[in-house]
């Protein structure tokens, strides 16, 4: 009997390991180095600086919003990625990064409060927080590394 539990211990460490080897590779999400502004200010610096807020401006936390009204689904959604993609680490990958990206540009889309200055709202001709020219929002992507 032990020797029958033993094999079939094997056979499923085997495909779990099998799996794992298929889903190795890493996600980044959000700003690439790349990412500039015309001034060649860095669009990540930008996002940084409206997450946490300056010394002119308050924090405008829709990273750490986003993450938490998200990020409970991602588990889901990897799980059927993995599914349909047969457990193909750059696939499923590819596809939580789409689905990050999309979350979080929609957070930007989304924020609203605190809302902008008069001043700035003066000069925007529009009280949207985080979008000026779109900029940060469509500069926003994902890269799946192997």
């Known amino acids: 009997m032990m020797a029958f539990k033993s094999f079939k211990l094997d056979k499923v460490e085997k495909a779990l390991s099998s799996i794992a080897e298929k889903m190795e590779g ?44 998200e990020s409970d689904k991602w588990a889901d959604t990897i799980q059927r990625a993995a599914t349909a993609f047969d457990y193909n680490g750059h696939q499923v990958l590819s596809q939580m990064g789409l689905v ?7 957070a930007i889309v ?26 940060m929002k469509d500069s926003i992507t994902y890269l799946v590394d192997e």
Do not use: C
């Open 100 to 106: 990050i990206q999309e979350d979080l540009q929609q």
């Open 26 to 69: 890493s996600l980044k999400v959000g700003w690439m180095e790349n990412a500039k502004y015309p001034d060649l200010t860095y669009v990540a610096q930008v996002a940084a600086w409206n997450e946490y807020g300056t010394s002119k401006s308050p924090p405008r936390p829709f990273i750490r919003n986003m993450i938490n009204k």
């Open 110 to 135: 989304d924020f609203s409060d605190p809302r902008n200055a008069d001043s700035t709202i003066a000069k925007k001709g529009f009280n949207k927080p985080l979008i000026d020219t779109g900029h």
